[in-house]
């Protein structure tokens, strides 16, 4: 099973990111998939979450109206756009999939936003 996170980068306050999260060895189609961040010496928190067939979505009250979930089944990847980016949105993002007991990580793509 991986899960493979990137375009995470550098980027100023008011910017536009896109993070991608490319699954193998699992099937894709069946799992919920999440996006959490971990700010440093904070807690790894929820950001945005996809249903597995896709029709369902749920955002964090901090980003709700600025980041987008989204997910390709036939590509094995989730996204998370993220745009009017904020100095507090700094953090190591996380792609997460759940189904039932199983529960997979990816290792992280690092968003960090200053001017």
């Known amino acids: 099973v991986q899960l493979v996170e990137s375009g995470g980068g550098l980027v100023q306050p008011g910017g536009s990111l896109r993070l991608s999260c490319a699954a193998s060895?699992?099937?894709?189609?069946?799992?919920?998939m999440r996006w959490f961040r971990q700010a440093p010496g904070a807690e790894r928190d929820l950001v945005a979450g996809?249903?597995?067939?896709?029709?369902?979505?749920f955002y964090a009250d901090s980003v709700k109206g600025r980041f987008t979930i989204s997910r390709d089944n036939r590509k094995s990847t989730v996204y998370l756009q993220m745009n009017s980016l904020k100095s507090e949105d700094t953090a190591v993002y996380y792609c997460n999939a759940a189904r039932n007991e199983y529960d997979y990580w990816g290792q992280g793509t690092q968003v960090t936003v200053s001017s």
């Open positions: 060895g699992f099937t894709f189609s069946d799992y919920a």
């Open positions: 996809i249903s597995s067939p896709g029709w369902s979505t």
